[in-house]
């Protein structure tokens, strides 16, 4: 399958057939027999990859092999499916190669990819979530001052870079252009930053690649809270997916240290 053709969308997956969808190290097969469907999935790796297989097949076979299966039992026999990629649903922690010093007034981009989700739905006169599937499993962390100030978030192995074309195309990943603005009176030292990834949407480029919306975060003069502006969506791509969550009016004030460390 080429890549720059999208693997998401809705597909009409008539009785007793079966889609298969391989996208980097994520394996996924979908029987529909009557009333039921079947999701079987795997993973051949667990660890951050390079792996830019893209394989959507349908056709009238049985999967096997697959390490995990959830069935669901539904009231039409209807044969509509849609596959949406989506973002994580909490933060998700990023990193720049090394720890960047930001001197008072300076500002700098860093674009950082994440893993994204494959959401299987039935469409009818509503559109019903099946189940969500991460290409690539996500550790928890802690992210915050202490273990009684902060959220539970995800960590990404990914760098951030200052140069994009240095940062890997990937097909399981979205990349979002981060603008830091240091308007404090001293300097800014960070070596993570939790990307709100709940708060974007996905966008997708004609070659295939998902992009987020930019970020702009500014550490405003007394340098304990972080003004957090949602950016349009990027140049030459078409909306795939909306947020998990609104963020009310795409601006929104945050303490320093929920963002930073």
């Not at 792996?51 to 539904?74: E, M, T």
Request: proline share 6%; glycine share 4%.
């Amino acid at each position: 399958m080429n890549n720059n053709i999208p693997w998401w969308g809705e597909v009409n997956l008539n009785k007793d057939s079966c889609l298969r969808l391989d996208i980097g190290p994520l394996s996924v097969a979908i029987e529909h027999s009557d009333y039921e469907w079947r999701i079987h999935s795997q993973r051949e790796k667990e660890i951050d990859t390079d792996d830019n297989r893209l394989q959507k097949i349908i056709g009238q076979f049985s999967p096997c092999h697959y390490s995990d299966v959830a069935r669901y039992i539904v009231n039409s026999s209807n044969n509509s499916l849609q596959l949406l990629p989506a973002l994580a649903d909490r933060p998700v922690v990023c990193r720049p190669v090394s720890p960047i010093n930001l001197e008072a007034g300076a500002s700098v981009i860093l674009y950082v990819s994440t893993p994204i989700y494959v959401k299987i739905s039935l469409v009818n006169h509503k559109t019903t979530l099946l189940q969500e599937l991460a290409t690539q499993r996500l550790s928890d962390t802690w992210f915050g001052p202490s273990t009684r100030s902060g959220e539970l978030c995800y960590a990404s192995i990914t760098s951030g870079r200052l140069d994009l074309q240095k940062l890997p195309y990937r097909i399981l990943r979205a990349t979002t252009a981060l603008m830091i603005q240091n308007n404090a009176d001293d300097n800014l030292l960070f070596e993570r930053v939790a990307l709100p990834a709940p708060l974007l949407s996905l966008y997708a480029a004609k070659n295939g690649q998902l992009w987020t919306q930019n970020i702009t975060l500014t550490r405003e003069d007394d340098g304990d809270f972080t003004q957090l502006k949602l950016g349009k969506a990027p140049p030459n791509t078409l909306l795939v997916n909306g947020p998990r969550e609104n963020a009310g009016h795409g601006q929104l004030i945050r303490a320093f240290s929920a963002i930073f460390q």
